[in-house]
């Protein structure tokens, strides 16, 4: 199929500048509409001219979604992060670097510079799957066709889904989606009906309830703002981000944990642990079976070895990426126990 | 607005996906529609039932008091259907109208319960039941015209009694065996696109188009089935079809009731004694193929 990507097709612009006629334009113009963060995924399917809306909101006018703001004395209770702050306010904001580090790492390892000064905490995890197949405008399932071209003998599936794969199998790309779920933070959603508050891992569906979305959103919908609690301030953080090109790629998966131990040595007991995964399923996954496992034990190679079995648990491999189950299984112990020399790791042989 | 939705396949050939949604509700406001029009001519225009001849009182009196009409295996076979058949449509339906939830598996397995229901039922009509009882004959046609000319004020003989099953039943049933058949044999090669415990996934089984098409019809039978199913709900809760209903859960209907409907001679339902009342009498009858064909 021959894409055409000289320009893009027309649409009306919007630029509205508060959050209340963004979203009356985003109920007026229904699924017409298309909401413009900062731009990196949109103007990839616009200008491949795959989607074609008939109206543009652009949301870099309302400075109500932007910045991070102090909840508490000085953040004692958490801080809430517009959901139009880029990536690198982010990354350079104080507190967030502080005692939210594991979001500071999962966001510096997003694109490059000047990906992160445009795009955006909100767009990040709000962004549309990879999945080339589903990019390049085929008719599959997420594009409301009838097939996964990526799920067959002959599929390119080596960045796609070995968990709760449901007829289609790509996978979430946000880096910082899983840094979230692991610092249990809270989705701000405008909806029709007012705010909403849902948890980070509710944030994002796979394809068995929608498969044409990442995310809950539905028409007319705006995330507003992402809320973290200080349940998790200054925590052991754990981040690795695994993609092929070093300088700047999409993952092929990464692991973010949040830890809080007791004890004096590096076997401490783990008292508290919040672990999620991403890119080995449609959305983010939290792996509250590893963490109920390895609650209350010491935080030891063999703990890391046995969280690192249990997350793999029922991963199927399509044909071309079955090393994604001992990647996830190492992701995992290292999320527990670190990179500590001499630990053994899972290999996988092609 | 089109009737189905159309793409472009990885090859430029423009093929349809399946139908478009928006046929769920013209289904679900026909169905309605269908129940204003009936309960409208019923309430207004309908004229009373009046049927050719009269029982003879040495016929009437060998009838039992509890007509056998549907046997244990044909009821269970209903109810069966009737529970896949909803799981169906509404794990079908419901996702596409805004209800999300995983669908997909409850989805094959209702299928899976009910092909091999409809395998069980058409074995089952056909050696051991009276297979043509549910096929319409001369005489329902005859008397189908009877009665509209009847219905238009023309002066026309009224029409004999019916026999196990009235012309409606009949025609509602052959349309449910186009439109279930149509579904179950689309859904059985569309089960090859995704992972059952059945056979290996290959979604190149046939091209682009032939699936599409595939996806159309299975669309269109299950939309067909919306409205098909709504109608024989609403049949199956008019108080004048209750004795009906009724015996598709006890098995039998009142002596009373297939009096006044059903023709001894197109229905024959044999006894053992002619004071016989008590149900067992006609045990056996099925066998012969006398009782059952639904």
Known sequence: MAVIRDVMAAFELFQPTSVASAQKLLEQHGPDAWVLAGGLDSFDWLKDRIKKPKAVVDLSGIDELRGVRLSGNNGSDGIEIGAMTTLTEVVNHPIVRQKYDLLVQAAELVASPQIRNQGTIGGNVSQDTRCWYYRSGWPCYRAGGNICYADTPEGRNREHAILQADRCVAVNPSDSAPALIALDAKFVIRTRKGERVVDAEDYFVGPDIDITRLHILQSGDLLTAIRIPSTWASAQFYFEKIRDRNVWDFPLMNVASAMVTSGQNSSDTIDRIRISVNGAAARPLRLKAVEDAVRGKPRDAATGEMAGKQAVQGAVPLQFNAYKIPLMRNLVKRAIVGRPAGVEEATWAS | ?294
């Open chain 2, 1 to 294: 607005m089109g009737l189905l939705e159309w793409a472009t396949s990885p090859w430029g050939k423009l093929v349809p996906i399946h139908i478009a949604w928006f046929l769920i509700w013209v289904a679900v406001i026909a169905g309605f529609l269908f129940f204003i029009v009936h309960v409208t001519y019923l309430r207004y225009f309908a004229k009373p039932k009046e049927f050719a001849g009269s029982i003879s009182p040495a016929v009437a009196a060998q009838i039992p008091d509890r007509v056998p009409r549907h046997s244990l295996a044909a009821r269970l076979f209903h109810w069966i259907m009737a529970a896949s058949m909803f799981t169906l449509l509404f794990t079908a339906f419901l996702p596409k109208v805004g209800v999300q939830f995983n669908w997909v598996t409850y989805h094959w397995i209702a299928g899976t319960v009910l092909t091999a229901s409809v395998i069980f039922h058409i074995i089952h009509a056909s050696f051991f039941m009276d297979f043509w009882a549910i096929w319409p004959d001369r005489i329902d046609l005859r008397d189908a015209w009877r009665r509209m000319l009847r219905a238009a004020g023309k002066p026309e003989p009224p029409p004999d009694r019916f026999a196990k099953y009235p012309l409606e039943n009949k025609l509602y049933h052959g349309a449910i065996i186009a439109a279930g058949l149509s579904a179950i044999l689309t859904g059985v090669f569309m089960m090859s696109r995704v992972h059952t415990v059945f056979f290996p996934r290959n979604p190149y089984l046939f091209s682009d188009l032939t699936w599409g098409m595939m996806y159309v019809l299975h669309g269109l039978s299950g939309i067909g089935l919306i409205a098909l199913i709504m109608v024989h709900v609403y049949f199956g809760l008019r108080p004048e079809k209750r004795p009906i209903t009724k015996s598709m859960i006890f098995g039998w209907m009142s002596r009373d009731f297939y009096l006044k409907e059903h023709d001894p001679k197109r229905w024959v339902v044999e006894t053992s004694s002619p004071s016989s009342s008590s149900p067992s009498t006609s045990k056996g009858l099925e066998g012969r193929g006398l009782t059952d064909a639904g």
